[in-house]
Nanobody
Framework: QVQLVESGGGLVQPGDSLRLSCAAS????????MGWFRQAPGKEREFVAR????????YYADSVKGRFTVSRDNAKNTVYLQMNSLKPEDTAVYSC??????????????????WGQGTQVTVSS
């Protein structure tokens, strides 16, 4: 079965950095695009970043562009999200997801069929 397990979250101060990891199993990881989403309390889940199957293209929400970098290591079945210059508004549960549709609307949750449990990121002074 498909499993996605996020790790690397924690409590940091504004301006700090974190690197999230998502370990994948149960499918041919290198054949699928992967996405990162986040959800803050009381808010809808929102798109953060996406990376194509071979890492050739990446896509970012405007709110994180220039600060976050998504990457993947297909030999390790792992996708990463490097988060720099963190802001309090980045506080959320971050989840990785497996693409299911190859849709050009990659920023919607319906484009992804499997989700990890999420890891908490808290940015506070």
């Amino acid at each position: 079965q498909v499993q996605l397990v996020e790790s690397g979250g924690g409590l940091v101060q504004p301006g700090d950095s974190l690197r999230l990891s998502c370990a994948a199993s149960g499918f041919t990881f290198s054949s699928y695009a992967m996405g990162w989403f986040r959800q803050a309390p009381g808010k809808e889940r929102e798109f953060v970043a996406r990376i194509t199957w071979n890492g050739g293209s990446t896509y970012y929400a405007d709110s994180v562009k220039g600060r976050f970098t998504v990457s993947r290591d297909n030999a390790k079945n792992t996708v990463y999200l490097q988060m720099n210059s963190l802001k309090p508004e980045d506080t959320a549960v971050y989840s990785c997801a497996k693409d299911q549709s190859s849709s050009t609307r990659y920023y919607i949750t319906g484009a992804y069929g499997y989700w990890g449990q999420g890891t908490q990121v808290t940015v506070s002074s």
